[in-house]
């Protein structure tokens, strides 16, 4: 049996913050705003996969109202959503994903983002697919103030 779920995040970028995407800090003059490390990547693919088995969303298992989840790393969310999709008899059969930015540009880290994923899920690599994209500086991600992420996750029933 698959299950399909689909997630989406967005970000304000503002000064002092690290840029945390994918797992990966990407030099730029600013970072995501956000209770945790605001990796809007991961919290669309979070989103998703709990999407697929509909058991919420990331802010129902990981409230930013929890001083728990403050700055922590969204690679230990990914990590423990992946567990909760395990403990239904799950796997991931593919993850598909764009991230909606005008800059920095991505493509020079979207291998090192796959590699990092895969190694959290404990997946193979050809299993994710990253895609960025600009909104031809149109909206609050084309007029650089944010960033945004969505996500197709297919989860397979392990027999």
Do not use: W
Not at 90 to 98: E, P, Q
Not at 121 to 150: F, P, V
């Amino acid at each position: 049996m698959f299950r399909t779920g689909l997630g989406y995040d967005i970000h304000k970028l503002d000064y002092d913050r690290d840029l945390i995407i994918g797992g990966i800090k990407i030099p730029y003059e600013k970072g995501l705003v956000g209770h945790s490390d605001a990796d809007v990547l991961i919290h669309a693919i979070i989103d998703a996969m709990f999407g697929a088995l509909a058991l919420g969303d990331i802010g129902t298992h990981f409230p930013d109202t929890d001083d728990e989840y403050k700055n922590i790393s969204s690679i230990l969310l990914l990590k423990r959503a992946m567990n909760l999709i395990n403990d239904e008899g799950y796997t991931i059969n593919n993850i598909d994903c764009n991230i909606i930015v005008q800059e920095p540009k991505m493509k020079p880290y979207i291998p090192k983002m796959r590699e990092t994923l895969a190694q959290a899920l404990m997946i193979d690599i050809n299993l994710i697919s990253i895609k960025a994209k600009t909104n031809e500086n149109m909206d609050a991600a084309g007029e650089k103030k944010a960033i945004e992420a969505q996500a197709v996750v297919t989860l397979r029933k392990d027999t």
